[in-house]
């Protein structure tokens, strides 16, 4: 379970978040929705560690996040999938090299990057694009790439921050019954998003942030 207790988040005088209050449980699908600035993606990089709040304790499992020390924290990012709108590739890398970069950092064994890699392009569809580099593919490739890597440690959270912002129609749809499916495998999904047709196609719980604040949370219907 994942709880927001009283978080605040203040950059100098500018407060970004004021007294969030949130529980996350397991297997839940949750959409963040709201305007630019609202505090979304500031959300998410404390989810992630990369930031400390101001105020307030972000548990998973009863752990707080923002006391790990160094070691630990990098072994609490690795159960932590993280899709950008704008891929964050590596340009002079295959699209295998872009997935396996996440493992080999990791000092996993060769047979196992390779078995694995080869798993998530296939669950993707992106196994025939392995040699390909990021500058051959489609938006909706790179996106699937970048999921792909998301998912190479088998992560028991995935957050997607806007990853349909950049795609078309179709490639947006299809990256949304990925996610989907990867919900349904077991893994709790945190999907910000401005698309209103995502919203409605979804039909799941939507938690909607304005000026640093929650001013709704539904339930799926």
Same mark, same amino acid.
């Given at each position: 379970?994942?709880?927001?207790?009283?978080?605040?988040?203040?950059?100098?005088?500018?407060?970004?978040?004021?007294?969030?209050?949130?529980?996350?449980?397991?297997?839940?699908?949750?959409?963040?929705?709201?305007?630019?600035?609202?505090?979304?993606?500031?959300?998410?990089?404390?989810?992630?560690?990369?930031?400390?709040?101001?105020?307030?304790?972000?548990?998973?499992?009863?752990?707080?996040?923002?006391?790990?020390?160094?070691?630990?924290?990098?072994?609490?990012?690795?159960?932590?999938?993280?899709?950008?709108?704008?891929?964050?590739?590596?340009?002079?890398?295959?699209?295998?090299?872009?997935?396996?970069? =996440?493992?080999?950092?990791? /000092?996993?064994? %060769?047979? #196992?990057?390779?078995?694995?890699?080869? $798993?998530? !392009?296939?669950?993707? @569809?992106?196994?025939?694009?392995?040699?390909?580099?990021?500058?051959?593919?489609?938006?909706?490739?790179?996106?699937?790439?970048?999921?792909?890597?998301?998912?190479?440690?088998?992560?028991?959270?995935?957050? =997607?921050?806007?990853?349909? /912002?950049?795609? %078309?129609? #179709?490639?947006?749809?299809?990256?949304? $019954?990925? !996610?989907?499916?990867? @919900?349904?495998?077991?893994?709790?999904?945190?999907?910000?998003?401005?698309?209103?047709?995502?919203?409605?196609?979804?039909?799941?719980?939507?938690?909607?942030?304005?000026?640093?604040?929650?001013?709704?949370?539904?339930?799926?219907?």
């Amino acid at each position: 379970m994942l709880a927001f207790k009283n978080i605040s988040k203040d950059y100098g005088m500018q407060k970004t978040l004021k007294d969030i209050n949130l529980t996350i449980y397991p297997q839940e699908f949750v959409l963040l929705i709201g305007p630019s600035g609202a505090g979304k993606s500031t959300l998410m990089h404390l989810l992630l560690g990369a930031q400390k709040p101001t105020t307030g304790s972000i548990q998973i499992d009863g752990t707080q996040i923002e006391n790990l020390d160094t070691e630990t924290m990098q072994e609490y990012r690795r159960m932590i999938g993280m899709v950008f709108q704008d891929y964050k590739l590596l340009a002079q890398k295959t699209v295998f090299e872009n997935v396996a970069f =996440a493992m080999q950092v990791c /000092g996993e064994e %060769d047979d #196992d990057i390779v078995r694995r890699v080869n $798993e998530v !392009l296939e669950k993707v @569809n992106l196994l025939h694009k392995s040699k390909n580099y990021p500058d051959e593919l489609s938006g909706g490739e790179k996106q699937r790439t970048a999921l792909a890597r998301a998912l190479v440690h088998k992560p028991k959270l995935l957050i =997607a921050d806007e990853p349909t /912002g950049n795609l %078309d129609p #179709d490639s947006a749809m299809q990256m949304i $019954e990925l !996610l989907k499916t990867i @919900n349904a495998e077991g893994v709790t999904v945190i999907l910000a998003t401005h698309n209103q047709e995502i919203v409605e196609y979804l039909k799941t719980r939507v938690i909607k942030i304005e000026d640093g604040m929650i001013v709704s949370d539904q339930k799926a219907a």
